[in-house]
Structure formats: structure tokens, C-alpha cells
């Protein structure tokens, strides 16, 4: 298989826990790559010799520790050679090191690419069976203090769906806030040990997986939570009937909306779309 690795940066999306899910073009990039920037450069050769590939690129370490040590290097070479940055699982820069490389690679004109597979955040929303229209991913919470009570606010009024990160020990504590800040009704789904042996989607409401949660779960963890419930303005039936008499006049509705919203204040869209059921 010819492989599409080229001088520039490309990152590599790695499996989260299957290896069947290493792609053809992971394998093909492993073996020609001259250099791989890896976060932990153990993990990045017990895949490769479970893949059953030799390695002859230099492996280098590209962590959140030395990140902004190693780039100016990484991009000197990335001129003249094929760099493959890889995490421990899933895709780099999403959770893990490499965002700052690649914006530095724009900025110097290197190319940059990528070779798609596995992401933890995905699946794991693809499988909770929550809105996937729009949604934020907010990694691992801050663990106390006003910035975690933020995240949590957030959390609690966002129109869109949320996955964070967890680890197992924490899990239960995580659960428990969640349902203080966005009540124990809020639907929400814990994924654990995906695309492993004992992977388990459990969607329930929170208050019902913060129980489940007491007993202690183990294993790599991403929670899902469901958008907020549109918040619904009561609208004063008085005005509601003054707006369908104006109507009944012969204005039209929409304007008889605006003639009363302009004198009490009320949105004119709340007026209408009471009138009109």
C-alpha cells in the first residue's frame, strides 16, 4: 500500500483501546515516518510491535511537559522530513498535545495533515443517543473552586450537549455535582472502557447514574450530558386575549403582537406565538 505521508507534520489518530482499529493508513504512516513525536514514546512502540511493525523513525517524546521545548525542533525538521506526531489514544491536539504545533506549522507554511480514527469524545457522543447537532467538549473539569463551580454553571445552561472526561475515582463526586447544578432529571449517559472488552454505555438521568456511581466504576470514563430544557416564558393570559381581540379587529396577528409588546414590554414573539395556539 503506498502510503501518503509527505514532508510536514501529520497527525495520527491512534486506537482508544481496539487495536483492530488501527487504520491501513496508521500502519503505512508508522513504518515511513522519519520521525514520530509521541507522547509517551513506550506506548508509541508497544503499538507499533503490537501492529506488528519495525519502526525506523527516531521517536521523540512530545508531551504537555515539553511541548513548546520541542516544536521550534519539530519544525526545522518538518522542511526536509516526515514527522508523525501521535498521542497515547485517540487524535492529538484533542485533549492532548499538538495544538500548539499545528498552529505553529501554519504560521511557518508547513503543511500539515491528518489521518483520522478513533476520538473518545465521539464515540462516546455518538453512542449516548443525545443531541449531536451542537455540542462543547470540555476535556477534564477543573477539580474545586470557582473555576469547576463555572464549568458546572455552564454545564447546567448550555443549549448544547456536553462530554467531559472523568477518572473512575472522581466519578461518583462528578455525578453528584452535576445533579446539584442541572437536577437529577437532566438526561446524561456515563461510557466506560470504549471499544474495550467491558465497554458499558449507561444513559440514564443523573440522579439515577449518581447512584449506580456510589458502588465505584472502573475504567477510562467520558460523560455526556443532555442540552438544558428550553426555558419557557409565561406569558400573562390578559395580554395574550388582547392581542387575538386587536386581531380579531383585523390586524394581523404578528402586528397586533408588536402593538402590545411596544406597550408593556413584553417580547412581541412570546405574545404571537401564544395568540397563535
Sequence with gaps: MSCELGVGITLAATPIGNLADASPRLRAALRAADVIAAEDTRRVRQLASALEIT???????????????????????????????VSDAGMPTIADPGYRLVAAAHQAGVAVRVIPGPSAPVAALAAAGLATDSFTFLGFLARKGRPRATQLAEIATSSHTTIIFESPTRLAATLADLVAECGGEREAAVCRELTKMHEEVRRAPLSELASWAQAGIRGEIVIVIAPAPPVTHEV????????????????????????????????????FEAAHH
Excluded: C
Design 55 to 85: 519502526l525506523t523513525a527516531r521517536v521523540v517524546s512530545y508531551h504537555d511537559h515539553n511541548e513548546r521545548t520541542r516544536l521550534e525542533l519539530l519544525l526545522r525538521e518538518a522542511t526536509t522530513a516526515r514527522i508523525l506526531v
Design 236 to 271: 400573562d393570559p390578559a395580554l395574550v386575549a388582547e392581542v387575538r381581540a386587536l386581531a380579531d379587529l383585523g390586524l394581523r396577528l404578528k402586528v397586533a403582537a408588536q402593538h402590545v409588546a411596544a406597550r408593556t414590554g413584553v417580547r412581541a414573539k412570546s405574545l
